[in-house]
Structure formats: structure tokens, C-alpha cells
């Protein structure tokens, strides 16, 4: 599960899971268990490809409206070769079945990402057009 997660959010983060899982500290049995189900069992199947799992990941969180995870997985998309494009058509295609609101936070959330890595920084967020 470790060598799955590091693969996704690269060798920092894998550095980071690798130490919780060594430390033990609190939230260290989470940590096991979304290393052994989420990634060695999940992630790691057969039937879809990695950017696959990316899309239907996406759907769910902002379906959820969890941001913070959003961020985290708009990060493994673009990792595991999605496009800018792609990540804003899933956004699109979402927007019928939450609505609105939920769409303009993953929305943000997308293009915070989107910064943080250089890209389309001339876009702003719904927060910094003062429109939320």
C-alpha cells in the first residue's frame, strides 16, 4: 500500500505516510489502514486504470464537498495524467446532481491546486473575485 501511495502523491508525501506508519503515534493505525485498504486493496486493482480511479475519486469527494481530500486528489490526478481539462469537466458534469454551492467550493479548491503547481494562474477563485 505504501509503494501505491508514494507512487500517487509522490516521494514526499510517501515519506510522510511511511513515517506515521513507523512512528505510531496517534492516528498511526489510520494511517495502516488507508495504506492496507485504501491503496493495497483499492487503488491497486485490476478493472480501472489509475486515471480512471482519479475521475470516479474526484466525483465522490465533491460529492461530499471534502476539500481538503479534493485538493489532496486533484494533486494524485494530475499525478496519474489527468488534465487541467478533465479535472474542470468532471467539476462541470458534477454540478447537476450537488448543485451549485458545492461546485463553486471544489471549484476554489481545484484552482488552488492548479496555482500551487503553476498552472493557470491567471485564474481566480470564486473567493478572490469576491463572488463568495
Known amino acids: 500500500g505504501l509503494k501505491v501511495f508514494t507512487e500517487l502523491v509522490g516521494e514526499a508525501g510517501g515519506k ?5 506508519l513507523e512512528n505510531r503515534g496517534f492516528a ?3 494511517a495502516e489502514l488507508a495504506c492496507q485498504f485504501a491503496f493495497a486493496s483499492v487503488w491497486a486493482r ?6 480512471q ?13 471534502q476539500t481538503s481530500e ?4 486533484v494533486r494524485v490526478a494530475l499525478n496519474n495524467g489527468l488534465t487541467v481539462r478533465e479535472i474542470e469537466e468532471v467539476i462541470i458534469h458534477a454540478t ?3 448543485g451549485f454551492p458545492t461546485i463553486a ?3 476554489s479548491a481545484a484552482i ?3 496555482h500551487e503547481r503553476g498552472i493557470a494562474t491567471d485564474t481566480t477563485t470564486f473567493e478572490e473575485r469576491g463572488l463568495l
Open 16 to 20: 510522510i505516510m511511511a513515517s506515521s
Open 28 to 30: 498511526g493505525d489510520l
Open 46 to 51: 485490476e478493472g480501472l486504470d489509475r486515471k
Open 53 to 65: 480511479r482519479s475521475l470516479v475519486t474526484l466525483g465522490l469527494l465533491i460529492a461530499q464537498r
Open 70 to 73: 479534493f485538493k489532496n486528489h
Open 96 to 98: 447537476p446532481y450537488v
Open 105 to 107: 467550493s471544489a471549484t
Open 112 to 114: 488552488e491546486v492548479l
